[in-house]
């Protein structure tokens, strides 16, 4: 039996429209939920219910807000325009695939237009088109924190079901033009961060629910994507033969903080909460005991008729995940916190962590990618794995991150240790191979990237781009199909 990755293992990277396209408003972009979110400079990184607080006001400041110095996505690391040098950057590194998504606002500004917008099909047509001559592998998420502004104004976003027309739509029309050049899609980029920021990921606005409401908005608004990803399953394996469509879930891996059967049973409950988004996507159907949940809860989800043949009948043909760190839970009050993927956790003494909160924990992939393949049987991916850190240029313009290098090297040794131990996992793709706008704190003095971009937190710099000490490792890694990691 062979040892470690298989041949065809798809090494790369994930970036995201949102974080670093920019050009929000060239060739006919319309604004996007992300291009709302401001640099706060005066929080504490690890504050994410503040990044991310929202209001009508907030929004309405936003639209009319034509300085977009404040906003760090609406300008991102312009990869708009520099789109051409990053793909032959990832190239150089020997990228099998890059994840990429597509803006939705660039195909329909508002989400409502009769037709779509021709300049953003051709943007997207041409970068993938590039990515195929270079053998790269698109790996293309539909919904990547960029829903339209319009329809969170006009419907308080996912809460209104027929957003789930005007989401099928645009997916069909990427499937129609870019059926010759994408195979591998994702429906929602993790889908049960909808429970943590329901207007990054849905554009609910909580002021616009109903008093005491907002939870029952929240969950109605995620069976609206559910019955969307199967639709949109459904229209891909018709318009392109042979295509794999999956799902996206956020991994949030908990321990108990102690062998106290009260730790337990909460870990046991966290753990089952985070299971159920891709739950219902592999299976086709609702958790027995997330709908008890929701029924003690007293929240009532509006199903039509038929939706509950429509999820079972159109499950995903593959799981990713995103994997930044692992949490413990605790029934003990008054525990020291440790910050994470937009959520908290109560601190693991055991594991060192980044300069934002999140604690580093390689072995916790292995046991997330045993328990995510025995639990659904079905080949994964992981679509998100870095560590975001200050990064210093030195006098001679050189980047030494040995910690970065030391965070994948181990990260990857456990892939391989969960791989020999019987896994199926085709690809890895790290998140930010290129600096970029953090998705929590809109900051890019948090650098994820093997490749650093000269920009500040406020958006000065000249946009250049050079090799981190990284590049050439995972160049190494790549090239030896991860046999080589010293």
């Known amino acids: 039996m062979k040892k470690g990755f298989p041949d065809n293992f798809l ?38 219910a503040g990044h991310v607080a929202i209001s009508s006001k907030i929004v309405e400041n936003a639209i009319n807000d034509k300085d977009a110095s404040s906003y760090p996505k609406r300008r991102g690391i312009d990869f708009y325009h520099h789109w051409k040098e990053d793909l032959a950057l990832f190239a150089e590194m020997g990228f099998k695939a890059l994840r990429v998504s597509i803006a939705w606002t660039r195909i329909f500004p508002t989400g409502e237009e009769e037709t779509p917008n021709e300049k953003g099909l051709e943007f997207y047509e041409s970068l993938f088109k590039e990515m195929r001559r270079l ?8 919904s990547h924190y960029e829903m339209p502004l319009s329809l969170s104004v006009k419907y308080n976003g996912w809460a209104d079901r027929r957003v789930v027309g005007l989401f099928t739509r645009f997916s069909n029309i ?46 109605q608004a995620l069976h609206h994507q559910f019955v969307a990803s199967a639709l949109v399953t459904e229209d891909c ?5 042979g295509s794999q469509m999956g799902c996206m879930l956020t991994k949030l891996t908990t321990y108990p903080n102690t062998c106290n059967p009260d730790d337990v049973e909460l870990t046991l409950k966290k753990n089952l909460l985070n299971h159920f988004y891709s739950d219902v996507q592999v299976f ?43 949490l413990t839970e605790s029934a003990r009050e008054g525990l020291e916190k440790a910050a994470g993927n937009t959520i908290l956790g109560v601190k693991n003494p055991y594991l060192p962590s980044t300069d934002w909160g999140w604690q580093i924990d390689p072995k916790g992939l292995k046991i997330s990618l045993l328990e995510l393949y025995d639990r659904y ?49 085709f690809g890895y793709t790290s998140w930010g191979p290129i600096d970029l706008v953090s998705a929590g704190t809109s900051q890019m003095s948090k650098r994820y990237g093997f490749i650093y971009v000269d920009q500040d937190d406020e958006g000065n710099g000249t946009l250049e781009r050079s090799r981190k000490d990284s590049f050439y490792w995972y160049k190494k890694v790549i090239g030896s199909n991860g046999a080589d990691l010293d």
């Open 11 to 48: 090494w790369g990277g994930a970036i995201a429209a949102n974080q670093v396209e920019g050009a929000y408003d060239v060739d006919g972009k319309g604004l996007s939920v992300a291009d709302v979110a401001m640099y706060k400079a005066h929080l504490d990184v690890k504050d994410y």
């Open 135 to 142: 053998g790269i592998e698109p790996i293309v998420t539909l």
């Open 174 to 219: 990427c499937f129609t033009r870019y059926r010759d050049l994408v195979k591998y899609w994702l429906t929602f980029n993790e889908i049960d961060s909808i429970i943590r920021h329901p207007f990054t990921t849905a554009g609910i606005i909580p002021d616009r629910c109903p008093d005491g409401k907002e939870e029952e908005v929240v969950f």
């Open 237 to 241: 394996h018709r318009i392109i033969p």
């Open 284 to 326: 086709g159907e609702y958790p027995v005991l997330i709908l008890r949940m929701l029924e003690n809860k007293g929240i009532k989800i509006v199903m039509e008729p038929g939706d509950a043949e429509i999820l079972k009948k159109h499950t995903v043909d593959y799981v990713s995940f995103s994997y930044y760190m692992s």
């Open 377 to 425: 049987k079905k080949p994964l991916i992981i679509v998100e794995n870095g560590m975001g850190a200050v990064d210093k240029v030195e006098a001679d313009g050189t980047i030494h991150d040995d910690y970065r290098v030391t965070y994948f090297r181990e990260h990857i040794r456990y892939m391989k240790e969960a791989i020999e131990e019987g896994v199926e996992l």
